[in-house]
Antibody, heavy 122, light 110 residues
């Protein structure tokens, strides 16, 4: 079955750019939407954005000015860049597949990666 | 922007009891856009219900979802020891297009 694995630095300095990659195995990245979701320690879940395999994106308006999500279909990977980070960006970052069933547009996130903790600190 | 409210914040129950979790939206939400997830400590969320009432693959039938409009419910008919966790509802809103999660309900052992 499809599995997702996040990778990237666990520590980022304030004002720098957080960069993470999600590798999809057991299936093709094509024909699906792929998303990033984060969870600050002890808190709830926040959707960051998604990308379609063709490259079209949609971001959370609250993060839009700092977020870039890209896809590399040749590597079966998609990536997250979050610029100008502060301590408030410290969180476990999850990648997940966004499933959409047309025409009703029923949607849900599944599967999820195991998550990776990114700490913003000098 | 649609805001989701979940109640109660914590539900203390014993194994074998019935759990009823509420998710209320600030505006009407299409049932197609409502999902429920379970999260255990140190683990990623796990999809339970999508489309408000459809169980995900492999989810036991003791989990059921219902509701429409602004009020949705996740019911666990008889709690098993492995069901003690945090549960989140999630919705998709089209204006502006975004996904939001509720704050979660923790189901713990009484």
């Amino acid at each position: 079955q499809v599995q997702l694995q996040e990778s990237g630095p666990g520590l980022v300095k304030p004002s720098e750019t957080l960069s993470l990659t999600c590798t999809v195995s057991g299936g093709s990245i094509s024909s699906y939407y792929w998303s990033w979701i984060r969870q600050p320690p002890g808190k709830g879940l926040e959707w960051i954005g998604y990308i379609y395999y063709s490259g079209s994106t949609n971001y959370n308006p609250s993060l839009k000015s700092r977020v870039t999500i890209s896809v590399d279909t040749s590597k079966n990977q998609f990536s997250l860049k979050l610029s100008s980070v502060t301590a408030a960006d410290t969180a476990v970052y999850y990648c997940a597949r966004l499933n959409v069933v047309v025409p009703a547009a029923i949607n849900w996130f599944d599967p999820w990666g195991q998550g990776t903790l990114v700490t913003v600190s000098s | 922007e649609i805001v989701l409210t979940q109640s109660p914040g914590t539900l203390s129950l014993s194994p074998g009891e019935r759990a009823t979790l509420s998710c209320r939206a600030s505006q009407s939400v299409s049932s197609s856009y409502l999902a429920w997830y379970q999260q255990k400590p140190g683990q990623a969320p796990r999809l339970l219900i999508y489309g408000a009432s459809s169980r995900a693959t492999g989810i036991p039938d003791r989990f059921s979802g219902s509701g429409s409009g602004t009020d949705f419910t996740l019911t666990i008919s008889r709690l098993e020891p492995e069901d003690f966790a945090v549960y989140y509802c999630q919705q998709y809103g089209s204006s502006p297009p975004r996904f939001t999660f509720g704050p979660g309900t923790k189901v713990d052992i009484k």
